[in-house]
């Protein structure tokens, strides 16, 4: 398994895909097998970095191939539902296909309800309002650092467009409360 990790890395590294891409489906099949005979290995880690490689090298479509493979071998662990909710980010950000996404971040609500996830879809919604197809889009363009992580700092700035913004009409409420920041 190991042998194939690393022949599929070498590939990657000289831009070989043709050639990576094989080596590392079969790595992943490797270490698949590992996971279910031995929990305590390090196969989840190992699969995880197989899917970061196909990121690194822009392979989305196979990325979100791996990580559903994932999802739907380990539903019961965190490898799975790590990976479910990254098939949503990949086509969020990388694939600029937000309404997959939502679609892929709905059937990660649906395995793995937590509370307040209203409030997500609401923050979506909230975004898509202003223009906007994703949390790290949202701060890159208002000067926040772009995490993905809607902080106190965040929320503060959705909060401040919103009210100087008027949803129906796109008309302007008054002076702006963070001059300079918004165009």
């Known amino acids: 398994?190991?042998?194939?990790?690393?022949e599929?890395?070498?590939?990657?590294?000289?831009?070989?895909?043709?050639r990576a891409v094989p080596a590392l489906h079969a790595a992943r099949e490797a270490w698949l097998i590992r996971a279910a005979t031995d929990p305590a290995s390090d196969a989840p880690a190992t699969l995880v970095r197989i899917g970061e490689i196909l990121e690194h090298r822009g392979r989305w479509?196979?990325?979100i191939e791996h990580a559903r493979i994932l999802s739907e071998t380990f539903p019961d662990r965190a490898l799975g539902r790590d990976a479910l909710w990254r098939i949503g980010e990949i086509q969020e950000e990388e694939m600029d296909d937000p309404i997959e996404a939502l679609a892929?971040?709905?059937?990660?609500?649906?395995?793995?309800?937590?509370?307040?996830?209203?409030?997500?879809?609401?923050?979506?919604?909230?975004?898509?309002?202003?223009?906007?197809?994703?949390?790290?889009?949202?701060?890159?363009?208002?000067?926040?650092?772009p995490d993905g992580i809607v902080g106190p700092r965040t929320r503060e700035v959705l909060d401040i467009l919103e009210r100087r913004y008027l949803p129906v009409t796109g008309t302007a409420l008054g002076p702006d409360p963070l001059p300079g920041r918004f165009a």
């Open 8 to 18: 599929g890395q070498r590939w990657a590294i000289a831009d070989r895909m043709d």
């Open 61 to 63: 479509q196979e990325a």
């Open 104 to 145: 892929w971040i709905r059937r990660y609500r649906a395995c793995y309800p937590t509370p307040g996830e209203e409030r997500i879809v609401d923050l979506h919604a909230r975004l898509a309002r202003l223009g906007y197809s994703s949390v790290k889009r949202f701060q890159l363009d208002n000067g926040l650092v």
């Open 1 to 6: 398994a190991q042998s194939l990790l690393v």
